[in-house]
């Protein structure tokens, strides 16, 4: 029997830990152990069994959770790729792809030590010391925590019994264990993973049975013959009934897995009722032949908005069901709406498990079982989806993969995308990228012939692309002598589609009232406490706001710097805008979208469904409003300020531009009716308004990927962002000169370091900000200078959890 194993435990090193495996232990590869962890314990991954004995002294595996895997073979190498590709401490890796927390419950357990038996027993001889700077009450609380577990005799006290029992809070616990009057346990208890629910099952309707009995068992009828107990029980009948219906042998009661059900939203016409074009069969073709090739394959989907790629992926999902193997298909964050899980069901029935952020850890947990057991092989979620343990996969489907969504914004900071390419390859399966907006690199590859490219160039029913029309709003405000927020030509337009009862979108990717608060004496802005990002002013809930942190202040009246009362509120978010179309069209029920109207997606779903019926003239929103719905009474789309996020400092400003203006363009015209969108800009000469407003992908792509290669950027570079932050300001200055210097001294050829730089935004949720940006035509060399970097930085005893690699990062913000 080997002696040792190899832990992957999830903590910011980048490193596995070894143990001894105790007598007549069967750890397994794959599978998870529970580890003492420097002061506590912890929940690893086994990743390897030997019989090397490490020269420092090893611990004792404490329990063993699994007998079988629950990464498999493929999964393991993936999470290794992924430490590896991202620089992420492979223990987290494999935390992010496994959703099992909510099966275990922490248990902390405290002992007395010696040093705390001397203090009590000094406490009983001679009261409290002179010198002690704690208050009276700590002291009394301590006692009263020393005297109860000395009372407890060895015992194992549990943190809730002792809390209760003493009436001491959590901070007084963790002082003693400072002092060493305490020691701590940590023990993690697995918990009974499966919750099962009471169904009552009609056996029989044969009998005579009173009005009681026969509401219970016409129910019963109503619903195929299975419903929950809790909902028989709900009903206006006495609680006797049901079981005489069982003494009976009419009903029997049985104990079934509890598992999720989404809610089931009206089915809305199944794709599949659509007659496929020409452009779409032949997607679907060569889709099904690389999947039965069952060797790895990848393509580029290049639909223009409104050409019909999800039926093309759903047909695609459901012959590799009935070939009775898996498939994933990862959606945006916003793309998995209650009706879209409906119309999944109705496809796929049983066999489909919706994983989606609103999930609590419980739900997530039970799908991961009903996947990991084969019971669902059709798996559509976000992004962690793209880890779903399924069997024998198939085919990954990526749609709209150039969101952002897919990329995980904390560690490990990896890209969906690019998981599931490489999960494709190790499965020898086909993975599909779908987008009317491919990302460069992602166009780029296929271009370099590494993903089939497939086209589809046209909208279903043959429907035309919308006439797009750019509005110059230095030239309105020549005209009009005013600065105007929506333009007289966009005024005309809404007008007469409100006259001729069609529906408007206007998009406006700023939310809040106000952008900027701004002191007109001393010209100071004001500013989140905690970060160095202006205040937005929200005019209904009164209040200003840091987007990024979350800090509330309240609105001033006088300047916060210099107390001037001439303080301005500058600028149009989404919530004024709404406020300026009701002044302007009284007549018109306009509803918005954005973070602030949404709170989950049932109000995104809620709202959509009111345009999508008609209740709606005009819908208000940020980009919440660009990204694939389906509405078909809108033809007029409006977009104010198209141009916003070109004054950013990032060089992927031009490419979010135009995937943003084309998604949102691509809004309108869905239905009988031709689309028109107006674009309202500063840059009107700008090739990334121009581009869209032509629905020319291509043009866009030739210029930009020249702009890239004389830069050195993706694709043409491997890029990396380092960050260094602290909330000191003196410790983030240290570091990065620090690693400044590191990367002067010891030159890596091939690798281009720019920086330390403040970060564009220097302050962020109180941590002071500065980065480095690596750029490299080799990969491989790129990682190795990080890695050495890492090393350095470790040695140089920079805290790991400071220093973010951010590899492929899309933001260097
Ligand atoms: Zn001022
Ligand atoms: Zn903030």
């Not at 009263?144 to 577990?149: I, M």
């Not at 989404?574 to 009284?586: D, G, N, R, T």
């Amino acid at each position: 029997m080997p002696e040792f194993c190899d832990v992957a435990v999830p903590v910011p090193l980048d490193m596995v830990f070894t143990y001894r495996v105790p007598n007549g232990a069967v750890p397994v590869i794959g599978g998870r152990v529970l580890v003492p962890f420097r002061q506590q314990r912890a929940m690893g991954i086994v990743v390897e069994i030997h019989d090397r004995k490490p020269n420092m002294s090893t611990k004792n595996i404490v329990d063993i959770v699994d007998s079988t895997p629950v990464l498999d073979d493929q999964l393991l190498r993936l999470g290794r790729w992924i430490a590896d590709y991202y620089l992420a401490p492979v223990g987290e890796v494999f935390r992010t792809m496994l959703p099992l927390t909510a099966e275990f419950k922490r248990v902390v357990t405290y002992h007395v030590t010696e040093a705390g038996q001397m203090a009590l027993h000094a406490a009983g001889m001679s009261g409290s010391s002179a010198r002690s700077r704690r208050t009276p009450e700590d002291e009394a609380a301590e006692i009263r925590v020393l005297d109860y577990l000395a009372a407890s005799d060895g015992e194992v006290v549990r943190e809730e019994s002792l809390r209760s029992a003493t009436r001491v809070s959590k901070s007084v616990l963790s002082a003693m264990v400072r002092k060493k009057w305490l020691t701590r346990d940590d023990l993690s208890a697995q918990q009974d993973a499966k919750r099962t629910v009471k169904m009552a099952v009609l056996k029989s309707a044969e009998g005579k049975v009173n009005a009681n009995q026969q509401t219970l068992i016409d129910t019963l009828a109503a619903s195929g013959g299975r419903v929950p107990v809790e909902t028989l029980q709900s009903l206006e009948v006495p609680r006797t009934t049901l079981g005489t219906l069982v003494r009976r042998a009419l009903v029997e009661i049985i104990e079934e897995s509890a598992e999720f059900h989404v809610s089931r939203a009206k089915p809305r016409v199944s794709p599949f009722e659509f007659e496929f074009n020409e452009a779409q069969r032949s997607a679907l073709t060569s889709l099904q032949s690389g999947v039965e090739a069952r060797k790895f394959s990848g393509m580029l989907l290049h639909g223009v908005t409104g050409s019909g790629k999800t039926a093309v992926y759903l047909a695609g999902m459901r012959s590799v069901l009935e070939a009775g193997r898996s498939a994933i298909l990862l959606v945006p964050e916003i793309g998995l709406t209650p009706a879209v899980a409906a119309d999944l069901h109705q496809i796929f029935g049983d066999e489909v498990a919706i994983l989606h952020s609103a999930l609590s850890d419980k739900e997530r947990a039970e799908q991961w079982h009903r996947i990991k057991r084969g019971e669902a092989r059709m798996v559509v979620g976000t992004r962690s989806a793209v880890f779903a343990p399924v069997s024998d996969l198939a085919l990954i489907i990526v749609d709209e993969e150039h969101d952002s969504s897919y990329k995980q914004e904390e560690t490990p900071r990896y890209h969906a995308r690019d998981v599931a390419v490489m999960r494709a390859k190790m499965a020898n399966a086909v993975v599909v990228l779908g987008s009317a907006t491919p990302s460069l690199e992602s166009y780029f590859n296929a271009r370099k012939n590494k993903y089939t490219l497939i086209e589809l160039p046209d909208r279903v029913e043959q429907r035309p692309l919308p006439e797009v029309e750019i509005v110059d709003m230095r030239l309105e405000f020549q005209e009009t002598g005013r600065e105007q927020v929506i333009s007289r030509k966009l005024a005309a337009e809404i007008r007469e589609r409100l006259d001729r009862k069609e529906q408007v979108m206007v998009l406006l990717n700023r939310r809040g009232y106000s952008p900027v608060v701004l002191c007109r004496t001393c010209g100071k802005k004001l500013e989140c406490q905690n970060c160095a990002i202006a205040l937005t002013h929200h005019k209904r809930e009164h209040k200003m706001v840091c987007h990024y942190c979350g800090f509330i202040a309240a609105v001033p009246k006088t300047c916060v710097h210099c107390g001037s009362e001439y303080v301005y509120f500058l600028g149009t978010g989404s919530e004024k805008l709404e406020e300026l179309l009701h002044s302007m069209f009284p007549q018109a029920r306009i509803a918005r979208l954005d973070r602030d109207t949404v709170r989950g997606h049932e109000d995104f779903e809620r709202t959509l469904s009111a345009l999508n019926e008609g209740e709606l003239d005009i819908l208000v929103g940020t980009q919440m409003i660009a990204k694939g719905h389906d509405i078909h009474g809108v033809t007029l789309v409006g977009v104010i300020g198209a141009d916003v996020a070109l004054g950013l400092p990032d060089f992927r400003a031009a490419e979010r531009t135009f995937q943003l203006l084309t998604q949102v363009a691509g809004r309108a015209g869905r239905g009988q009716s031709p689309g028109k969108v107006i674009l309202q800009t500063y840059f009107q000469d700008h090739y990334a308004v121009l581009y869209a407003a032509r629905h020319d992908f291509i043009g866009f792509y030739e210029k930009e990927l020249r702009f890239r290669s004389w830069m050195h950027y993706p694709p043409y570079s491997a890029l990396a962002n380092v960050l260094v932050r602290s909330n000191s300001l003196d410790d983030a200055l240290k570091w990065s000169g620090q690693l400044g210097k590191w990367f002067d001294a010891t030159r890596h050829e091939g690798v281009r370091v720019l920086g330390p730089a403040a970060a564009p935004i220097m302050r962020l949720k109180r941590d002071y900000r500065y980065h480095f940006v690596l750029k490299s035509p080799s990969r491989e060399k790129l990682n190795t200078t990080l890695r050495v970097m890492l090393a350095y930085s470790t040695q140089q005893k920079i805290p790991r959890t400071q220093v973010i690699v951010d590899v492929d990062a899309l933001w260097l913000m």
